[in-house]
């Protein structure tokens, strides 16, 4: 065994410790000399991993390594019981951006019952989306709205806009349609922040209430 596999060996059980100072600092270590052998562990460690800045650094220590070797392990956390696991394995997806992903960005894992997760699969889904595909994300995304507190709402109109005007007719009619007042009022705030980036979220559904209060649709006038 060589110095430099010793050191990758004791970077990986670092990132076993009891500190996450110890487990940062080892995540930094095997992003600096990437090596293959190491990818199962990282994955592995990004599953269960209690701190956003560590995960973050696991994440991306991922990214420095061959998308041949990392993608096959991150699609197959897509298929697990765990949030974070499922989660974490969206972010890094969309950080790597590689579109061969896109297939397994399902429905499901859109609409998964754990917020975290549907929200990382939002924005995976807005990197990897096929040229074309647009509307018919933004439609999937649609059957969100309403969903969740102010962060997750955020995060789908976020999504919602980076898609551009392809989201028009899926919030028009979700926000003209006679569903819930949560859902109304959703739709009305996207499509403001469409219009108007400046705005601002919190201003964006503050008119959007006033306006479904008034039983309108944004568009009178």
Request: with cysteine; aromatic share 4%; hydrophobic share 45%.
């Amino acid at each position: 065994m060589t110095g430099q596999d010793t050191a990758g060996v004791r970077a990986l059980r670092g990132l076993e410790d009891g500190r996450a100072s110890v487990r940062l600092r080892a995540a930094m270590e095997v992003g600096a000399a990437p090596d293959p052998r190491g990818v199962g562990k990282l994955v592995e460690r990004c599953a269960v991993e209690p701190e956003f800045f560590v995960r973050d650094m696991l994440t991306w220590a991922l990214t420095r390594h061959p998308v041949s070797v990392t993608l096959p392990a991150l699609l197959v956390e897509l298929r697990s019981e765990r949030a974070q696991a499922r989660s974490q394995a969206l972010h890094t997806l969309s950080k790597i951006g590689d579109r061969r992903a896109w297939p397994a960005i399902t429905r499901e894992l859109l609409a998964d019952e754990d917020d975290e997760v549907a929200r990382s699969a939002w924005r995976a889904a807005v990197v990897l989306v096929p040229e074309g595909a647009e509307a018919e994300l933004a439609a999937v995304l649609a059957t969100q709205l309403g969903r969740g507190g102010r962060e997750t709402q955020l995060s789908l109109s976020r999504a919602l806009v980076a898609l551009g005007e392809a989201v028009l007719p899926v919030l028009r009619d979700a926000a003209a349609a006679a569903g819930g007042r949560r859902t109304r009022t959703h739709a009305l705030a996207t499509e403001r922040l469409l219009r108007d980036p400046d705005a601002g979220f919190e201003f964006a559904v503050e008119e959007a209430k006033r306006i479904v209060a008034l039983g309108g649709s944004g568009r009178e006038g």
